[in-house]
């Protein structure tokens, strides 16, 4: 279990074992000192964000088992980027993934807001 709190300050909820995830490789989108990349979104990539991402420079689909439905733990500055390219790009929404948000890490706020969040989670809650 992570001693790490989501963005509505509750327990971070597990995202993924299968392909296992997280910067610690432990399921959970925890933001340790290291991680310098700040991977606190709990995404599932879709096959267009895939794209676009390798598309930045930031090719996701070598880990072994990665493929558009995986739930995988984002840097935030990556999803922000997709946020923000989806008005000009020409798939629009479909490039930025859907996120879970009981398991996405609080310090996903220093980038995004929670209404920014909000308008792609997967997982509804106040």
């Given amino acids: 279990m992570s001693k790490s709190l989501n963005v509505f300050k509750q327990p971070l909820a597990l995202h993924s074992t299968q392909p296992m995830t997280g910067f ?29 991402s390798a598309k930045q420079g930031n090719d996701l689909r070598p880990i072994p088992g990665m493929k558009g439905g995986c739930k995988w733990c984002l840097c935030v500055s990556r999803w922000r980027e997709a946020f923000d390219a989806r008005k000009n790009h020409p798939l629009g929404d479909q490039i930025v993934p859907k996120i879970f948000l009981n398991a996405t890490n609080e310090k996903a706020l220093n980038k995004v807001s929670l209404e920014e969040l909000k308008q792609f989670a997967a997982d509804k809650q106040e």
């Fill in 24 to 52: 610690l490789r432990n399921g959970y989108c925890e933001v340790p000192a290291s991680d310098f990349g700040n991977h606190a979104v709990a995404a599932e990539v879709t096959d267009e964000f895939l794209d676009f």
